[in-house]
């Protein structure tokens, strides 16, 4: 009985460490059949992901087709946002995909095998055409390429003129859906345009007791000497370039009278602000000459900066305001030879009216006198601007000392004046087309000045030996220059 139960034992042992090498063998042979199997789902999947060699990504424009033609033929086409661009199925080997609206977007064919047989990435951007049309009408002679990021229109390339850099910005912001549009245009032969600028402070006083009226010389008035009244010295003429009515000085005109003769040749308003600041009836106030390139901005700033105290939560703090007289413009040389410009001069200076104590500092106010117009003149040309008045009220006191200090009878030895002042601001602005010009050209007063020894002073009375003849500024003015002609900073 034992040995039964042991070779029973024995049996079962046996039987179980077959069953047991059995298993192993039927693992084995199942991890060999999955190990195979493995490449050749990753070859399927590898197959399924793999893309037609000539497919790369696709640029559409909205409204705008594409016709694929397919190797084999497809049983299913996929595209994964059909409101970017949607399909049209011809043939299983033709397919016709168009863009219907701004995006991206993904569209694949698959044959009978579900494998893939060309798929792309599809970008849909806005219509360009119509502006490249009208780019290529209105500007023919320039080589500008208008392609678009995202909602923008980039426009790139070369033009001859600001003015064409200007027009086909103006042509990508009406024939395009958006309005942001990056001018990365550059211009072949960039003008630059001095700026000089005098701004100048009046009484008026002053004025109407010589008898000088601004608007009337800026608006077509009468220039005046006395009780008799001259012949007007603007007059309206018609300018050729535009066939607009316009304005200009008259000159060579001479005005007779019993009590002599005046001559306006050549009347210029800077010569008047001389006249005017040498016998102390004006008083020029800054006089900055900026130059820039067509179509960038330039700025001028005389003045200072002056402490506020602001509270915060660690106490006072300071920022600093800016006051003085600055200048800020932008030109922009036509085709025409004109100067199209946008000015924006002010004047601001430290007051006492309506200033503010803070923790007992007294914080000043800024009183402001500011101009900003966009005009069109020649080079050379001048324009005023006038009207900013400010008023200010002196009082003056005079006392003896001690008695006018006595309450009440104080009075009697103290006498106060109240002066009212009403000053006007006065900016005259003329523009140059100027262009660079070699540094051995450019000459100072002091070249080639000699100081004379004592042998020379004394003897032949020489004070000083004159140098070289200096750079001066042209000064004409009138209607646009003809082409070809430059105004500005020439050399004799």
Known sequence: MIRFRSYVAGV??????????ASLIVVGLAATALASAVPALANTADAGRRVDADATPLALEINKGLLIRLDRPASDVFIANP??????????????????AQGETSFYAVDDDDRVIYGASVSVIQNLSRLRTAIAQLLPDTRITVSAIGDMVVLSGHVMSPLEADTAVRLAQSLSDTEEVMNRLSILQP???NLRVRIAEVSRNVLKQIGFNWEGGLFGGSFGIGAFTGRDVVRTVRDTATNLPTREFI???TVSSIFGSITTGNLDLNYAIDA???????????????????????????GGEFPVPVPNLNGIGIEYRAFGISLDFTPTVLDTGRISMRVRPEVSDLSTAGALRIDGIAVPSISTRRAETTIELGSGQSFAIAGLLQNRT?????????????????????????RREETELLI????????????????????????PGDADRYLKDQRWRPGLEAARLSRESGRALAPGQRAGFQLP
């Open 83 to 100: 409101k970017v661009a949607d399909i049209q199925v011809k043939s299983p080997r033709l397919i016709y995909l168009f863009g219907t």
């Open 394 to 418: 002196v009082q003056d006191a005079r006392k003896v000392p001690g008695l006018g200090d006595i309450p009440i009878l104080g009075a009697l030895f103290r006498s106060d004046d109240f």
């Open 12 to 21: 079962c042992i046996y039987l179980g460490f077959s069953l047991i090498a």
């Open 428 to 451: 005259v602005v003329t523009p140059y087309v100027v262009r660079p010009v070699d540094d051995r050209m450019i000459v100072l007063p002091t070249d080639g000045f000699t100081a």
């Open 191 to 193: 003008t630059q345009v």
């Open 251 to 253: 000159v060579n005109e």
């Open 276 to 302: 005017l600041d040498q016998e102390g009836f004006l008083r020029v106030l800054a006089e900055p000459n900026l130059t820039a390139i067509t179509g960038e901005n330039a700025n001028f700033l005389a």
